[in-house]
């Protein structure tokens, strides 16, 4: 394994922090040991984020052997151990947990790059899967080598190498690892595809992986080039949340596919993994529909809804009557708006509002309203939500999806889009949050 080729593609100079996801298992540990590599070259500080997902007896042994491998090679160690998840697909899930946890462990550090582990067979494996599903083009393409996130890169070193160098490399530098015997369940389909069909193509081409990388490579450029198109189209269709449908359907057939996407990837952030053609082509009948007025439902209680000329996404609101969660960069909201964290912003509107860390208790909450709910308003007094639906006209059908922002000792700080509590700062004022609301 050639650590210089492995890592030509990102630029580290000495003292920048490198964060890696590593979960104990064989491909983890060898970027691991990687890494151990390139810090012989470059003075950086290696950051190892663990997750234990707490599905397996061995959970605990495996971040104990983890955390003493990182202190015995002067490795950070930064852990998470999910505690709860909810009753949407464990895979998704825990997949967006662990995200959201490296993306705080990057920022913490201020790193400029994510590493994993990925390699190509898991990217055959991607690309095999989103095929006999149906995707999108950037979907068939699998995943990338570099992306860029919000401030930072993830990159993924291995995606040349098949899992067989990974294991003899760990092997030869006797690293040490443990095997997820879940890893060997038909229950998982990527792991029937990884028995049955992967040995197979390798069979006909040991070096197969090649072949899907350069695949990947030609859709991605692809895809790059028709988002291009597709921004420009979509900012004539798709305004304040809203799709209209005559503009819609003035632009290319393809284009069309890729806007769709786009409008509900919001409700589905990880690759759109739980839609797929079917559910585009309900979309596609309703907007051709003859009727005014109509609706069609997607997985997790999302449903699309016609009204004329516009088509708008939000959570079945007959199915949700209440959710409380964690401000992070950006909350899509129940009643298809979203909640963004900003580093600056112009204006300073009532969709806007500027806090500072020394007078709320963080994290921030977005909530449903609940009985009694009062808050300390900006310019003195105090006024309780309920008389400030009323006076702002929001019908009674809106008030119990509407979002109200506390801190952790349940303080009101803000009521998006209506009014604004004594937290506000002005500009002139030390202010380190910055929240939106569209």
Not at 125 to 147: D, N, P
Request: hydrophobic letters at 35%; one cysteine or more; aromatic letters at 10%.
């Amino acid at each position: 394994m050639n650590i210089e080729s492995l890592y030509k593609d990102i630029k580290v100079k000495d003292g920048d922090f490198l964060v890696f996801a590593c979960s104990y298992g064989p491909d983890s540990m060898a970027l691991f040991k990687s890494l151990l590599e390139l810090r012989k070259k470059y003075d950086i500080r290696l950051v190892c984020a663990h997750v234990n997902h707490d599905k397996r007896s061995e959970s605990a042994k495996e971040k104990e052997d983890i955390e003493k491998y990182c202190k015995n090679n002067n490795v950070i160690f930064e852990y998470m151990k999910i505690d709860r998840y909810g009753d949407d697909n464990f895979h998704n899930e825990a997949r967006n947990i662990r995200y959201q946890f490296f993306d705080e462990i990057v920022k913490k550090y201020n790193a400029k790059y994510l590493l994993t582990a990925h390699h190509g067979d898991d990217l055959m494996e991607t690309i095999l899967m989103r095929i006999a599903r149906g995707s999108t083009l950037k979907g068939y393409s699998g995943f990338r080598k570099l992306i860029k996130m919000d401030g930072y890169y993830i990159y993924r070193p291995f995606i040349g190498l098949t899992k067989s160098e990974l294991l003899d490399y760990c092997h030869k530098n006797r690293v040490p690892y443990a095997v997820d015997k879940s890893n060997f369940s038909d229950v998982y389909t990527r792991n029937r595809y990884r028995k049955e069909v992967l040995p197979f193509l390798k069979s006909e081409d040991k070096d197969i992986h090649k072949k899907y990388l350069k695949f990947s490579n030609v859709l991605s450029q692809a895809d790059d080039f028709i988002e291009e198109e597709a921004s420009k189209a979509i900012s004539k269709v798709i305004k304040d949340n809203k799709l209209y449908i005559d503009k819609y359907l003035e632009i290319n057939k393809f284009l069309k596919r890729i806007i769709l996407e786009r409008f509900i990837s919001s409700f589905y952030q990880d690759d759109l993994i739980l839609i797929n053609d079917k559910h585009l082509d309900l979309i596609e009948s309703l907007i051709n529909s003859k009727k005014s007025n109509a609706k069609v439902n997607l997985p997790n209680d999302v449903e699309v809804v016609k009204s004329y000329n516009t088509l708008s996404i939000r959570r079945n609101p007959n199915l949700l009557s209440s959710y409380e969660i964690e401000v992070s960069r950006e909350v899509i909201l129940p009643n298809g708006h979203k909640l963004e964290l900003l580093d600056s912003v112009k204006g300073n509107g009532n969709n806007i509002i500027k806090l500072s860390s020394k007078d709320v208790t963080l994290p921030l909450i977005v909530r449903t309203r609940k009985l009694g709910d009062v808050m300390a308003i900006k310019g003195g007094g105090h006024k309780k939500i309920k008389d400030i639906f009323i006076d702002s006209k929001i019908p009674l059908a809106d008030r119990d999806l509407w979002p109200i922002v506390v801190d952790s000792c349940e303080r009101i700080v803000f009521v998006p889009g209506l009014k604004k509590s004594k937290f506000d700062k002005t500009n002139s004022e030390f202010y380190d949050i910055i929240l939106r609301y569209e």
